[in-house]
C-alpha cells in the first residue's frame, strides 16, 4: 500500500513506542523537476527501516546513511541533492532537478 | 523533533485538526501552532496563508529561515441526494481529490448500480451525520428538494460549521427554507452562510454543468476563506 505523509508521522511515532531511535527527513526545498514535493517525509529507525520518500528512489540510500549518523549523534542535518555531477560524492537526481532535506532525530 | 510534538502532530490528524509544525532551520528549534494561535504568532501571516493553501512551505523573516509543515484534514465532501447532479458530480469530485459520500434514504435511488465509484449511504441524514462527525473541513451539497431531507443536513451542517453549505432550489424555494430555519432559532448570519441558489452563476443548464458550478464554488469557499476565524476544538 502506498503510505501517506501522514502514515508516515504515525509510523514514526509507532516505531519510538517501540523503543527504536528514530530521524525524519523532510524536502523542505525544490528547483526545477523535483520528484516529490515539499513536506515530503522519509522516517528512518536506528536499525535500518524506512517508510516515506523524499525523492524517486534516487538519493534515499543517502539521506538514510546520514539520518543514521543523525540518530547517532543527535544533530541536525541538511542534505542538498542535485544532478550527478554538481556532487559526485554522493546520489544525484537524475531529473535535474534540485531538493534540499532536512534531517532530524526524534527524541525520544 | 521532541517526541511530544510529533505526538501532538499525530493528535490532530487523528481529530480531524489542522495544525503547523514550525521549524527554525538554524536554531532546530520548533513549536506547533495551531489555527486558534495566529493571531499571537509572529509568522501568523505566512502561517495562515500556508494553511489555506494546505501546503507545507519555507519562509524567511528577518533573514532567518522556517519551514512550515502543514497538516490540514483531507476535504470530505457530502452530498444529501442520489440524483443526478450528484451522479455527474461524483467523478469530478473524486478527480479533484475530494473524498465524496452520497446520502439519501430513498432506496430507489441511493443504488451502488448509479454510482459505481462513490460511497452511497441509504439512511437519512440526521442518523448518518452525526457519527460522520462532519468538521469545518466538510462540505455539504443538499441536493434533494426535499425538506425532510434536506433540512436535518443543512441544520447540522450550519452547527458544525461546515465550510461549505449549499442547497438546490430557485429563490422562492430558499425564501420558505428561510422561513423554517428562522423557526428552528437560526440567526439570519447562520443563515446567510447557505449558498442558494447553489453554484457558482455560470449559466450552467444541465446536471453536469450544475455539478462544475457546484465544485467551482466548493473549491472557491475552500481556498478563499480565512481559518483564522477558527476556534479550537
Redesign the interface.
Known amino acids: 500500500m502506498l503510505a501517506s505523509d ?1 502514515d508516515i ?2 509510523q ?2 509507532a516505531w ?1 513506542r517501540a523503543g527504536k531511535g528514530v530521524a ?1 527527513a ?1 524536502v ?2 525544490t528547483w526545477g523537476s523535483a520528484p516529490r ?3 515530503s517525509h522519509l522516517a528512518i529507525t536506528e536499525d535500518g527501516h524506512f517508510l516515506g520518500s523524499v525523492s524517486g528512489g534516487c538519493v534515499e540510500g543517502d539521506v538514510v546513511t546520514e539520518a543514521l549518523d543523525c540518530i547517532a549523534d543527535g544533530k ?1 542535518r ?1 542534505l542538498e541533492f542535485g544532478v550527478a555531477d554538481e556532487t559526485a560524492w554522493r546520489s544525484g537526481l537524475s531529473c535535474g532537478g534540485r531538493i534540499r532535506v ?1 534531517v ?5 | 523533533m521532541k517526541r511530544a510534538l510529533l505526538e501532538q502532530l499525530n493528535a490532530a490528524r487523528q481529530e480531524r485538526r489542522a495544525a503547523v509544525l514550525v521549524t527554525a532551520l538554524e536554531s532546530g528549534d520548533q513549536r506547533l501552532v495551531t489555527p486558534d494561535m495566529l493571531g499571537t504568532d509572529l509568522l501568523g501571516d505566512e502561517i495562515d496563508a500556508a494553511l489555506r493553501a494546505g501546503k507545507s512551505r519555507l519562509v524567511e523573516q528577518e533573514g532567518k529561515s522556517f519551514f512550515l509543515t502543514v497538516q490540514v484534514p483531507p476535504v470530505r465532501l457530502v452530498v444529501i441526494g442520489a440524483v443526478h447532479i450528484s451522479q455527474a458530480l461524483a467523478p469530478m469530485a473524486k478527480l479533484a481529490g475530494f473524498d465524496m459520500v452520497i446520502v439519501d434514504p430513498r432506496t430507489a435511488f441511493a443504488t451502488p448500480e448509479r454510482f459505481p465509484d462513490v460511497q452511497v449511504i441509504a439512511e437519512w441524514p440526521e442518523t448518518v451525520l452525526p457519527p460522520m462527525k462532519i468538521d469545518r473541513y466538510t462540505a455539504i451539497c443538499c441536493f434533494t428538494h426535499d425538506p425532510k431531507i434536506d433540512d436535518p443536513a443543512l441544520e447540522q451542517a450550519l452547527r458544525a460549521q461546515c465550510f461549505y453549505v449549499g442547497a438546490l432550489g430557485s429563490r422562492k424555494t430558499h425564501a420558505k427554507r428561510v422561513e423554517r430555519l428562522e423557526a428552528k432559532g437560526f440567526t439570519p448570519d447562520d443563515i446567510a452562510r447557505i449558498r442558494a441558489p447553489i453554484g457558482l452563476d455560470i449559466g450552467a443548464v444541465t446536471p453536469t454543468e450544475i455539478a462544475v458550478s457546484v465544485l467551482g464554488e466548493v473549491i472557491l469557499a475552500l481556498r478563499k476563506k480565512p481559518l483564522r476565524m477558527e476556534t479550537p476544538a
Open positions: 501522514e508521522l504515525g514514526a511515532e519510538l525524519l523532510t523542505i526545498e514535493p515539499v513536506g541536525t541538511m532536512y532530524e532525530k526524534v527524541s525520544s
